[in-house]
Every structure is written in C-alpha cells, then in structure tokens.
C-alpha cells in the first residue's frame, strides 16, 4: 500500500472506530478508491527541447562550443511533478532528434505505481541500446517525483550524510594565457580547479595558472596523450605542481599503455570516456585508479548509484561528474556526491539561462537541501 493510501485509510479505519461502521464498509471504500486511482493515477511524462547558453566559448581536445542541447522532462503522479533533464554534449551522439524519439517511445501511463522504481527503470532501459542521456532524463524525474512522494530527498533516503560532500572542482577550458588568467579569478570561490589538457600547451597552461593560483588542480586530458612515455613524464611533472589527478590521458581504446601508465604514475588515473554505466565499471579494475560517474553517461541515479557503491566495492575511487547542464541534472547528480571522493559539479555554474534553482556551492563545497526529491524548484522556463 502506497503511504499516502496508507495514511488515507488509516484515518478511515480511526473514522470507523469512531463511528462504529464495519470493517466491509472500509473494504468498499478502498475498491472504490483503487476504481479511482487506477482512473486518475498512472504516471504521465511530458517533455521538451532547451538550449544552453554558455557563459563562455568551451574548448576541450575535441572541438569548441558556445551551447549545448538539453530537454527538460516533467512526471506527473496524482498531482505532483518530479524534473528531470537529458544533456547531449555533442560528442556523446545523442542529440534533441534522438532524445525527443526515444522519450517519444516511452509509454508511462502503463504505470501506476511510481515506487515499482526497477521495474520501470528497466522498462526504460529495455526501449533501446544506448540513449543514456534520454533515459537519465525519465530516471531522474521519476526519482525527484517519488523523492516528493515520500517527503524526503534522495542523499536522506540513500541514508548518505549532507556533511560529507565533497568540494567541487571549477572547470577552466584551454584559451590563451590571458583569458586562462581571468576565467581563474572568476573561479576564485572555488577551492580546486580543473583544467583541460591535451591540445600541445598542457605546461603553459599549468604554468600560466601558477602565476596566479596555488589551488590544488585536477586534469582532464580527454584523450589527449596518445604516447605513453609521454603521458608518465606529465604525471611526474603534474605530481611537483599540486595536482590530484589525471582524468582519461589516453585514448580509451589504448588499454594495455593506461594500464602501464596507472601502475607507474605517481597520481591517480581516472577513468571518463572509458566508463559508461554498470556493465563497465568490473573491466577498468587494474587499468584504472577510479571513474568518473556521469549521469548523462549512465543513464542516470540508479544506475550511477549502483555504479559509486560497485567501484567503491572494489576499492577504486569515486568521482562524481556532470555534463554542461542546468540545476535540475546538477542537484540529482549531488544528492550522490556524499559517496564520492571527489566532484565536477560546476556544469550549471557555466550557462546563462538555468531554469531551475537547486543545491548551492557555499565556501567551494557541494551544499544539499532538504527540498523532498533532487532539491530543485523552478524558476522559469
Ligand atoms: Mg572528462
């Protein structure tokens, strides 16, 4: 029984004590009810195609681009509304025509209990191989629905403690060293960095932010590195300039020279384009220091839930990472961030028309809120 019929008929049950009325009246009333709900109460989804504006032109190894594709979703239950979003970076494949088809195919209204979370979660999966950042979108807005169906939010119901968030890493893409320079003052409310490498100036971009930071840096190669040789000495000079880690050095498809890298790097490897959901994270033990964990890459909170407490299991570290994405994705993606040992949630912080309001970043760390679901409301569409 679902907790607010539970509620419902509790209070019938008290109403025919009082009342003396029989127990075959409550039996009556309960049919009726169900007659209702199986009327009013399936699961509707509705959805639509958003456009990001970056603040900034954004650069990686792989291309440059001033806005990003999104659709936001919106799952309906007897009157509450859950949010979700799908972020397609280009470079992932998928696109406002993938994602519009796939969310097209997806029948909620077979539905009509929200807390059967698995069982439409792998209904969503099953609809297609692929369209991780389409099924996200379903994924996330169901648990922000059920999260308000049961009055707490998701880190309270995964039973993680809001005090151990991680800081969050501020993203400063490739540019010239004066822009480089600026985009580091803006970060300044930001206690790590993290800079994209692997486009031939990865020391002038290290060096030019020493000039005016010591923060601790993560890098994010993107595939970059393509020889091995190369890659270790980087790491061993990263190591002498206060850096954390190297996410992705070389192609995901040079197994054999990342493995060798990890095993002789003084810093950690973290897997990104290399990981993807559940089913990989068992092949990148040994290859790998860690992944990161996306949930436009894995197809959202269950999976990316399932995928932190898998890695941990098998004693690799846990990042928590995002997309370009509005509050909406961001806050379901921190309600996580407790597991995590380190976090890239900074993709909201770097477009111009979010439409949501959700966890904040207070003194550099990832701050939850106890708002039921993934902690968002909205702002403006
Ligand atoms: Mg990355």
């Excluded at 001033?66 to 979700?84: H, R, S």
Aim: aromatic share 8%.
């Amino acid at each position: 029984m679902k907790k607010r019929e539970f509620i419902k008929y509790s209070s019938l049950l008290a109403g025919a004590m009082i009342t003396g009325n029989t127990v075959s009246c409550i039996n009556e009333s309960m049919k009726k009810s169900n007659r209702i709900n199986k009327r009013v109460s399936s699961l509707k989804l509705k959805y639509k195609p958003y456009e990001l504006q970056l603040k900034h032109v954004f650069t990686l190894a792989s291309g440059s681009r001033t806005t990003t594709p999104v659709v936001l979703t919106e799952m309906e239950y007897d009157g509450i509304k859950g949010y979700g979003e799908a972020s397609m970076p280009p470079y992932l494949g998928e696109s406002h025509e993938t994602v519009l088809k796939f969310l097209s195919r997806v029948n909620m209204e077979q539905f009509n209990d929200p807390f059967l979370m698995e069982d439409i979660l792998l209904y969503i999966d099953n609809i297609s191989p692929g369209n991780y950042a389409a099924k996200a979108s379903v994924d996330i807005a169901l648990h922000d629905l059920v999260g308000k169906l049961v009055g707490k939010p998701w880190f309270r119901l995964w039973g993680l403690d809001p005090a151990k968030t991680p800081d969050t890493s501020f993203t400063i893409g490739i540019d010239t060293p004066e822009v480089v320079k600026q985009k580091v003052a803006e970060a300044e409310p930001y206690k790590v960095l993290k800079v994209k490498l692997g486009l031939g100036n990865d020391k002038e971009m290290i060096e030019t932010i020493r000039t005016v930071s010591d923060k601790p840096i993560c890098v994010d190669v993107n595939q970059g590195w393509k020889d091995k040789n190369y890659a270790l000495e980087m790491s061993h000079w990263l190591k002498d300039k206060n850096i954390i880690f190297i996410e992705q050095p070389m192609p995901k498809n040079q197994v054999d020279d990342i493995a060798w890298l990890t095993q002789n790097s003084p810093l950690p490897v973290i897997a990104d384009e290399a990981v993807q959901t559940i089913g990989d994270v068992l092949n990148l033990k040994g290859i790998y220091s860690g992944i990161n964990i996306k949930l436009m890459k894995c197809g959202g909170m269950n999976a990316a839930y399932k995928m932190a407490q898998m890695a941990k299991a098998m004693d690799m570290k846990v990042m928590i990472g995002c997309m370009t994405e509005t509050s909406c994705a961001i806050s379901a993606a921190a309600q996580l961030s407790p597991l995590a040992h380190w976090a890239d949630l900074d993709g909201n912080l770097l477009i111009s028309n979010d439409c949501y309001d959700g966890i904040i970043i207070s003194d550099g760390k990832i701050t939850l809120n106890e708002r039921p679901g993934i902690g968002i409301i909205e702002i403006k569409k």
